[in-house]
């Protein structure tokens, strides 16, 4: 190995030549200023370094040296990496590097001339070709630390949430983390082929969703492989076959960057009565291995299944035991008594905590135990009519509040005067609310614009049915629409109370 005292003696020659040859040359273009500028950077692109500025006399090589044993200087003649460079300035030169490089590692820049065949890098320090450039006695070179981040892939057991999987992924540049099934021993990746794929970005991307390809299954007990792989080539475009050099793995210190992770039987379980609805929604129990969604469907035509994919009312669970679990139906629905509703569990993948699951999507899937699709049926119905009011204030002498209300279908709670002789002003009403099959609890009621409440006055909160044009208040006396309920005993389901 040529030492560099030998290489400056070199240089200084050349130098001396040049110096001779400048005070001869009638050229008028001046000859940049040779250097390099380099920054402390990781590796990208698929294990390439990135020197931000070359200023060369000529065409040329910037080349990259590992640190010698000395840690003090390149190691020569041998080099890591190369890029050809134009004479003038060349800004943001990439270089792919033929080694892996680690955290903390000191490379060396350097810059040399391309004195044999043009275009092809033959300094080996002995044979006078394609020297490096030396610049007031020195070789120009400079030196930048590899500060890596050191690439890394976690996953826990996990289960199938709808040929969706999670991993995290602590990647040095932008790249694709990928899913193999195991090789025909079980003890291993079975490469190139792939089963999932989704991309990531450099630094720490967690909680990554990698979706199965279509066509894919795997079942309780499989072995899967998470690996990451660089993005080179096309940008965007997976395209590692195993034979080409894009989209290669990642390797550190001679290792490729991947985990395992076992594919685990879900056990997630749903309970659920009949039941009385209770303001509007039902309540179930689950123990969910994920976090996710508990949502009601209606039974289909011929009532033998859930209507999918729509909903008519969600609410979201966490992973572990989830109970008493309120499903509030969505605004505008109303059930009728002794209607059959379909419970069923969903993952939350995708946007968490956004229901996503349309029949067509891959998120937000229903969750698949070893009997099925977690789901069960129940009917639900109302309860005897009633309506439970105290004595109270008016919230700014306009609003009250009825503490219950239960119905055997959707209905009004109404307010009327009290005529003096404790009985309701009919047809009259000074407010009203809606209120739906089963018990409905804390119902507020503003009267309407022009009435005020007093201390003293006594109303009547009347239960009345909604038969007619749904969420329109019809009854006048006369139509036949939206008359008062009945009890068994044939009165009409009304509470007398008092303004304080």
Not at 275 to 292: K, L, R
Not at 371 to 377: D, E, F
Request: charged residues 20%; negative net charge.
């Amino acid at each position: 190995m040529k030492s560099l005292s030998k290489l400056f003696i070199l240089g200084v020659s050349l130098i001396f030549l040049s110096t001779a040859c400048d005070e001869n040359s009638t050229g008028s273009e001046e000859l940049p200023v040779a250097s390099v500028n380099t920054t402390d950077q990781g590796t990208q692109n698929g294990n390439q370094v990135l020197i931000p500025e070359v200023n060369s006399p000529e065409d040329g090589w910037v080349v990259i040296h590992r640190s010698n044993t000395a840690n003090d200087g390149p190691q020569v003649p041998e080099i890591i990496g190369k890029a050809a460079v134009s004479a003038g300035n060349n800004s943001n030169v990439f270089l792919q590097l033929d080694e892996s490089v680690s955290d903390g590692e000191i490379l060396w820049a350097m810059l040399h001339e391309d004195t044999g065949t043009k275009g092809e890098y033959e300094f080996d320090g002995q044979n006078g070709l394609d020297n490096p450039v030396f610049r007031n006695e020195m070789i120009v070179m400079n030196s930048f630390e590899i500060m890596q981040t050191n690439p890394s892939v976690s996953a826990e057991d996990q289960v199938n949430q709808g040929n969706i999987f999670t991993v995290d992924v602590n990647a040095a540049e932008d790249g694709w983390i990928v899913i193999h099934g195991p090789n025909a021993n079980n003890d291993g990746p079975q490469i190139p082929e792939i089963i999932g794929k989704a991309p990531v970005e450099a630094g720490i991307n967690t909680g990554v969703e990698i979706a199965l390809n279509e066509g894919e299954t795997v079942s309780a007990g499989d072995m899967l492989f998470p690996m990451l792989h660089y993005d080179t080539g096309i940008i965007g475009s997976y395209e590692f076959d195993g034979q080409n050099d894009r989209d290669l793995p990642v390797i550190v210190d001679s290792d490729i960057v991947l985990t395992s992770f076992t594919v685990q039987q879900n056990n997630s379980t749903l309970a659920a009565d009949d039941q009385m609805v209770m303001d509007n929604g039902i309540s179930v129990d689950v123990t969910s291995a994920t976090e996710g969604w508990v949502v009601v469907h209606r039974s289909n035509a011929t009532n033998n299944g859930p209507q999918v994919p729509e909903i008519i009312g969600k609410a979201p669970i966490s992973a572990g035991m989830n109970t008493d679990v309120q499903i509030t139906f969505d605004e505008g629905v109303t059930v009728e008594d002794g209607e059959q509703l379909w419970p069923m569990v969903h993952f939350d993948t995708g946007v968490q905590g956004e229901y996503e699951f349309d029949g067509v999507g891959i998120h937000d899937q229903p969750v698949i135990t070893a009997n099925g699709i977690l789901m069960t049926n129940i009917t639900v119905n109302g309860g005897a009519p009633s309506v439970t009011v105290n004595d109270q204030a008016a919230e700014n002498n306009e609003m009250i509040t009825i503490t219950e209300v239960t119905t055997e279908q959707r209905g009004w709670i109404v307010l009327h005067r009290d005529n003096g002789n404790d009985a309701p002003v009919v047809p009259d009403i000074i407010g009203k609310a809606q209120v739906y099959l089963g018990a409905n609890g804390e119902i507020d009621i503003t009267v309407a614009e022009g009435e005020t409440l007093q201390t003293g006055d006594k109303l009547w909160a009347m239960l009345h049915i909604d038969d007619g044009e749904e969420g329109a208040y019809e009854f006048d006396g006369n139509s036949g629409l939206d008359n008062p309920v009945f009890d068994s005993n044939s009165n009409i389901v009304m509470v007398q109370f008092t303004i304080q």
